[in-house]
């Protein structure tokens, strides 16, 4: 009984709540900040479809693998300037770069792990011994109309790091998956010599 007793209590004792568990992600996550991170974003789409993009970032450095149904695309970017290129046309565009809403809706989808509890009610639904899956449910306080009501979580317990984080909005399905560390500044830079039979269009 006392054996017993004593394992409730260390099993109690190291029981984390979600509050924590994200803290400590976003604390695993700063470590992007200077290593580099990778993650994927897909999208449905009713009419348009299915939407997928393999993105690496590195300080102001970006690239982006992006696939649909009909369409597949490779954009660089770094802080003054953004490289396009369309597979099907063999053409690169090159332009200086200027902020869009569409650029804006990715930097927000790919930031969505910052700040998770602000403005959500969070619950652990389940864990194993791999991850822990979190439900955050919009707060009755939480007036911003742009955020979604729902949000699942998992977090992998090995690293503390995300391993994905799915909602629905405006009947579009968001999974942000896949997140992880360490991504080389020449992954992420955009080199002329590998597309040597590329057609280069220049606005800048």
Request: hydrophobic letters at 30%.
């Amino acid at each position: 009984m006392a054996f017993a007793a004593m394992l409730f209590a260390g099993t109690t004792l190291s029981a984390q709540t979600p509050e924590e568990i994200i803290d400590r992600m976003s604390t695993e996550m700063e470590r992007g900040d200077t290593e580099g991170f990778a993650i994927d974003l897909n999208m449905k789409i009713p009419i348009v479809g299915t939407v997928t993009s393999h993105n690496m970032i590195m300080g102001d450095k970006m690239k982006s693998v992006i696939t649909s149904d009909d369409k597949s695309s490779i954009m660089w970017s770094d802080a003054t300037t953004t490289w396009s290129y369309d597979e099907k046309t063999g053409e690169i565009t090159i332009e200086n770069k200027k902020p869009t809403t569409d650029e804006k809706k990715d930097d927000d989808n790919m930031n969505a792990f910052n700040n998770i509890t602000d403005g959500y009610d969070l619950t652990l639904k389940k864990e194993t011994s791999d991850a822990w899956y979190i439900v955050c449910k919009k707060s009755k306080s939480n007036k911003d109309k742009d955020d979604p009501k729902k949000m699942e979580l998992t977090v992998s317990k090995a690293t503390y790091l995300p391993i994905s984080l799915r909602t629905k909005q405006s009947l579009i399905t968001i999974s942000i998956e896949n997140y992880t560390l360490g991504v080389s500044e020449e992954s992420v830079t955009f080199n002329p010599a590998e597309y040597p039979n590329a057609t280069i269009i220049d606005k800048r």
